[in-house]
C-alpha cells in the first residue's frame, strides 16, 4: 500500500470499532504489512475486516488472509484469459492483456512464444507454475505494456518494425485486433511486396500461421 492518507482514514475506523486506540507500534506493523499490495486490494482488505473483523489483535493475520486469497482468485481468473488468449492468437500475434501483472509472469516464464511451447501434460504444470508467480509478481509497480508475438520479434530482428501490427486487445469486454500496419511473415521478410508494407501474397493464414 502507498497511500498513506486512506491508511490512515481506514486505521482510525478501525480504531473507534474496536474501541481502542492503536499504538503507533501496531500501525507500523499493519503499515509494513500491507507494503507489499496495491492499493485497490489493499482497502478492499480494510472495509472487509472493518466489517467483519472481530478482534484487534487479530488484525494483521485477518488482512493478509483476505489479500493472499484475493490474490489467488486474481491468478485463477488471469489464468483463465490468458488459456483463452493461448487458444485464439497462438504465439504469432502480440497480445496486450487488461491485467498488465500477466505480461510480467509470462515474460519470467520464457515470453510469450516459449510460454507456449508445450505438450498438453506440461500445460497443466504450466498453469501451477503461473498461479503460483502471478501473486508475488503482483506486488511489482511497473510491468510491460504488452507480449511480443513471434511475428513482431522476428520483423524487429529483420529491421521490419513498421510491418507490425498493433497487438491484439485480451479483456472481458474488449477482444479485438487495433488497425495498424501490415505484419511480414517469416516466409517472406525479404520480399518486395513485404518491404512496401503489402504483403498481399503471403498473408499470414495462406502459409498456416
Known amino acids: 500500500m502507498k497511500d498513506e492518507t486512506k491508511f ?7 480504531s473507534e470499532k474496536f474501541g481502542k486506540e492503536i499504538s503507533q507500534a ?71 492483456f487488461d491485467d498488465l501483472v500477466i505480461h510480467s509472469v509470462i ?8 510460454f507456449q511451447d508445450c505438450s498438453i501434460k506440461e500445460w ?11 501473486p508475488v509478481i503482483q506486488r511489482k509497480n511497473n510491468h510491460p505494456e504488452h507480449l ?25 469486454n474488449n477482444q479485438r485486433l487495433i488497425s495498424g500496419s501490415r505484419e511480414v511473415c517469416p516466409a517472406c521478410v525479404k520480399s518486395p511486396a513485404a518491404k512496401n508494407g503489402l504483403c498481399d501474397a503471403c498473408h499470414l493464414k495462406k502459409h498456416g500461421f
Open 8 to 14: 490512515g482514514e481506514y486505521t482510525g475506523l478501525l
Open 124 to 134: 497443466t504444470w504450466k498453469q501451477k507454475e503461473f498461479e503460483k508467480l502471478y
Open 26 to 96: 501496531y500501525l507500523k506493523m499493519i503499515w509494513e504489512s500491507l507494503r507489499p499490495f496495491n492499493d485497490g486490494d489493499c482497502e478492499r482488505a480494510l472495509k472487509h475486516v472493518f466489517l467483519h473483523g472481530r478482534f484487534l489483535k487479530d488484525l494483521i493475520p485477518d488482512l493478509l488472509q483476505r489479500l493472499e486469497g484475493e490474490a489467488k482468485d486474481q491468478a485463477v481468473l488471469a489464468w483463465v484469459a490468458v488459456d483463452k488468449a493461448v487458444k485464439n492468437h497462438g504465439p504469432y500475434a502480440s497480445v496486450k
Open 148 to 172: 511480443a508475438g513471434q511475428i513482431e520479434m522476428k520483423n524487429r530482428s529483420g529491421g521490419y518494425d513498421e510491418f507490425t501490427n498493433a497487438p491484439v486487445q485480451i479483456g472481458d
Open 107 to 114: 515474460n519470467v516464464m520464457g515470453g510469450w512464444g516459449q
